[in-house]
């Protein structure tokens, strides 16, 4: 549709009814891959979390894996049914913000919020190195360098997004589903070279693993419990991104909250059977798989030290190339798919942060020109800070998931608590009012999923501090408080304003008369045109005014204006230091002055050109200028533009800039063009 | 004197008489050291230059170093006696670039002003890489970090410059004065130690200088005459800066051109003593260095290799170690005089750059905004690209002044060469019209001193280009070829624009009617002054125009303006994408089109708040929407600002962002705050 066509819509008055924005928005089979991809991708590094941990206590440990695999997946099945509950109590697309906004009140709001922003860092963060960890088993010249590579991912990831891409379903269906079918179809390649007897070990079967120092005798009962606490807390890895439907649910077809609903049932079934079937798989392939920081503790199968520059692959890297050991196409697919999809799942982040943003700023929490579309400068500081604490995070903690992930977990499993209290409270309130009984016994229900849920990840987000706290963990909830004393103030700062610019009950003063001044450089076109307009709103009083620094300028100035005939007096300010700004502010502050109850109309005429070192070249003092008069009360700026020929091509970049499709558009649905 | 004494000065319109602004002019015993740090201070390795050079050929060759001096200091004082005559012919401060294109034309003009772009870039890395040698000569830890310790320098001086320093005549008296006191005192005490018969040597004298490969047997007699001009043409680093005080005039005593003429000449005379001094003396002091590229040419006594870790200190320093060697507290003041003059040196450039600056700006060369103060925001932009561009060059060239100084005297004998060529042609032209037979005489002998002076600096090019071009020059040229296409390009870009904009015959046409559009977010006080202000043009048609999002703001919007009695219509126009640019922009377009006679004025309320990140949560979208409609033909913007309490913090920082003094204040003379 072109812009005529769109203009016509808009500015006519009258309301779009919200079907006909109803074009764009998602069946389910696209807003799974849309919604999914952090979720799934964080089975590339979450079962590698659990042996790691595990590990600790040497390879006897690794008998608990798959029970930590199926309390993982419980505590997803659990976050999914609540979240279902979530979706259809708010389909509006404020996830966890509102629901914990509108029930626990605007504190437990923003700590949600400064969590999900913590988290939108982190997800960018992990996700990456992920990816370069897993690209460093099929890639030689990765290996070694996986710090560099993942910075220069993130910064090509924000310049994507800084650019603006133009999404569409397509790049989120193929790399996501291409994803589930590597890793549902390596488990069931598996599955049938077992039932032949034939599934080889991986890589790493044949080597040694010691248990860490402290753990080589009898391991006390304790000392276990909190290994596999650990161990389990690192596995819930695999729950972020479960959430990110429950933001989306507008821009799902209709019946919107039944259609999410179902998709993240959908989605909670793939994650679960992937991360269970990647745990068996390299439980029963013999995997050994230790701390990157700690490979001394794994040793060649006679017992002496790895070979100078072993590289630990990945766990999904490992099951992959021993199942396809007879079919390196598979294993090729399983790795690219895999990094894929964790830069995908980094994109969510560059996605989710303006959506937010824009909710944020709608509430007053964060700058209001977040809150419209056109504001692309504040966007683009969001991305940039974005990508800029990433990569710090990656430099200071070496691209190596393993460290990150003791951060990660904590921002996700806040705003999982906040939300399922808030939604207990919101079906409580509402059993107040509800007097059907279908409803109120469905009401019950949904009361008891969540509390449930509740109680599950509360025993987690225990569980992830206690276990976490020290390494790592106290970063992430610093981060937090940061953010949310950040936004209060800026809420404080918003409402002192508002407060102070209520009106009042006496009548607004009316300015009786109009003082206006035309500012002049030099008498050419544009000073017409600004004097023609000045003329136009008929002010009380109107002069031109020059700023002299050179007499012999001056002259001929007022020559030129004599042989013109021109109607309107000239008067000049000298300036002998060449400023021109303060003798102009210092002339309108005179004439307020001397007319306390008149305004002072002050026209400036500027030219307008395209390119944009041309504009550097043009009205940076007329700029300076306008930001100074600001300040001047009783003082209004008007800006004459002339056009200059070839302003065109200026016209067109500002509309391509404001008008560019921006990341996040599609979670939003409804955008047309 | 207070700010309201000053504006009392500036507005009445009166003019100033330029002798009110005599009060901080230069005395000549202040203008010295204000206009001589950078000529001066190249005694501190024009020597070096020297002898490095005349090294290739073996310690022999160090018998012509005085001969080498006596014709550098033939060659400036050949260029001091031109300055002369520049000084009387042109006082208004233009200096070469005036010159130049005065009698020269345009071209020659900017071909000037290029080759002093590339001078200040120059004598920024030249003076900082030399005064950190001399540094690492009594500092140890500066030994071996020769270049980060002179980026750090860099980035401070920067720093200092765009903080804004207030200039003081003391603060150049002082180190000046102390550097000519300690070269010459040092000079003095080793005549008096020479007159005792106990001068000793410096630490290099019992070291064995091998000569370059290639230069061992007997020389030929082109070969040793090529490397005497090498020798000469780095010597000839000594005359940089010796134009500055003819871009200084005007900051003088009168009578400006006398003292200035005075100045020069006291100038030129002690760099000349200071220059032949360090020669002689080093000569005499058994000195022997080589570049520190070739540290294998020199030997021990025994002709065994240097041990680890030499370091060849600066001939300055060794020979005030010599000098001094009864008496440390001597060489640590030469060392540290010299790092200062050398720093100071290094900020003349921070301080020309601005003058140049406005001076382009003035003709069309640079950007208008230079050309006034007030706008620091390109003079910030100046003074980091300086910074930077040195920054470069030292890095590249491991901050080492040997490599840098072969592309330092290009420029500076470009502009000396167009300077006299421009003189020549100045006292030709006046001599066809003065009658005066005195007049004539003095003439005559003005242009002879000029020729002699332009037949002088002419060799020296030439001999410069010949030995420089492929070890450095070649790059100073190519810079300034890319500073001179820059520059005609701004120009030809004003000149184009001021042909649109010449007044044709036509008369401009008056608008008819003013459609006043008032910009509503909500109901508050900048929206009742907005309104309040809109009125009081009286246009023709005043609505007040809401974009809506949402239904219930929008109702409830409605239902205020209702019970307010608002006698202005509102009009709402509805985004469904959240977008407020564009249905404004399309709402202006469409009212003009209905009547493309008449003007549509955008009133846009602003908030006027004080700290720079209040800054950050207001006026985002206004500021973007203006820049938008000026785009857009027959739109006039109006900004009313509505100052909330604190606003008066941003006007104190506003002011003092725009009045802070500016570098390069006092060679400009008159200003008075």
């Not at 596995?235 to 990110?244: I, K, Q, R």
């Not at 008929?538 to 700023?547: D, F, Q, S």
């Amino acid at each position: 549709m072109g812009v005529g066509g769109v203009s016509k819509r808009i500015i006519l008055g009258r309301k779009l009814r919200s079907s006909q924005l109803g074009e764009t928005l998602l069946p389910k089979r696209i807003a799974l891959p849309v919604f999914a991809s952090d979720a799934l991708s964080s089975v590339a590094y979450a079962p590698d979390e659990v042996f790691i941990m595990l590990s600790v206590a040497g390879v006897s440990a690794y008998a608990f894996s798959w029970k930590i695999g199926i309390a993982v997946a419980l505590v997803m099945a659990t976050v999914v049914l609540s979240y279902r509950q979530n979706v259809h109590a708010y389909p509006s697309g404020g996830g966890d913000y509102e629901v914990a906004t509108v029930n626990l009140g605007r504190r437990a709001g923003v700590t949600v919020a400064s969590a999900l922003l913590v988290d939108y860092v982190l997800t960018v963060a992990v996700s990456i190195s992920s990816g370069v960890q897993n690209a460093a088993a099929a890639l030689p010249f990765v290996d070694g360098h996986e710090t560099e590579w993942a910075c220069v991912l993130v910064a090509l990831l924000a310049a994507l997004n800084l650019r603006g891409v133009r999404e569409s379903g397509a790049a989120f269906a193929i790399p996501t589903y291409g994803f589930m079918i590597a890793v549902l179809g390596m488990t069931a390649y598996a599955a049938m070279r077992a039932a032949e007897g034939n599934l080889p070990d991986v890589e790493s079967a044949d080597l040694k693993l010691l248990p860490a120092s402290g753990y080589e005798g009898e391991i006390s009962q304790i000392a276990m419990i909190f290994l596999l606490a650990r161990a389990f807390s690192s596995g819930c890895a695999a729950l972020t991104g479960v959430e990110a439907i429950s933001n989306g649910v507008p821009a799902f077809q209709k019946p919107k909250s039944k259609n999410a609903a179902t998709t993240l049932l959908l989605l909670g079934a793939i994650a679960i059977t992937m991360l269970i079937s990647i745990i068996v798989l390299a439980r029963n392939m013999g995997l050994r798989y230790v701390d990157p920081h700690d490979l001394e503790r794994l040793r060649q199968g006679d017992g002496s030290p790895l070979p100078d520059g072993f590289d630990q692959h990945t766990v999904i890297a490992q099951i992959a190339k021993a199942v396809f050991s007879d079919f390196s196409p598979g294993f090729y697919f399983v790795i690219s798919m895999t990094g894929i999809i964790l830069i995908l799942a980094a994109n969510t982040a560059f996605n989710g942060f303006p959506v937010l943003g824009s909710i944020l700023a709608r509430d007053g929490f964060a700058p209001r020109a977040l809150g419209s579309r056109g504001d692309r400068l504040a966007y683009s500081n969001g991305i940039l800070f974005l990508a800029a604490m990433a990569i710090v995070l990656i430099v200071a903690f070496q691209a190596q998931p393993t460290r990150l992930i003791q951060l990660y977990i904590v921002g996700v499993f806040v705003s999982f608590n906040l939300s399922q209290l808030g939604m207990i409270r919101h079906w409580t309130r509402h059993l107040k009012t509800e007097k059907n009984p279908a409803e109120r016994r469905r009401m019950y229900r949904s009361r008891a999923i969540n509390t449930f849920g509740l109680a599950m990840t509360a025993v987690v987000l225990v569980v992830v501090l206690l276990t976490k706290f020290l390494l790592g963990a106290w970063i992430a909830i610093l981060a937090m408080i940061v953010f949310y004393v950040i936004m209060m103030r800026i809420r404080q700062h918003y409402d002192r304003v508002e407060a102070e610019l209520v009106i009042g009950d006496a009548d607004p003063i009316m300015p009786t008369r109009v003082h206006a001044i035309v500012l002049v450089s030099k008498l050419h076109k544009p000073t017409m045109r600004a004097l023609a307009f000045a003329k136009a709103t008929r002010p009380n009083l109107l002069e031109a005014v020059y700023v002299g620094f050179d007499q012999d300028e001056t002259d001929k100035l007022l020559e030129d204006w004599d042989q013109r005939r021109m109607d309107v007096p000239l008067k000049v300010l000298y300036s002998p230091y060449r400023e021109i700004i303060r003798p102009i502010v210092e002339y309108a502050i005179e004439i307020r002055e001397a007319n306390p109850r008149g305004v002072v109309a002050v026209y400036i005429p500027e030219y307008v050109v395209g390119r944009w070192w041309e504009q550097i070249l043009h009205n940076q003092t007329a700029l300076r200028l306008k930001g100074r008069l600001l300040f001047t009360p009783g003082v209004m700026v008007t800006s004459v533009p002339y056009q200059l020929r070839g302003s065109e091509v200026g016209k067109e970049r500002e509309d391509r800039v404001l008008y560019r499709s921006r990341p996040g558009d599609i979670r939003r649905g409804g955008r047309d063009r």
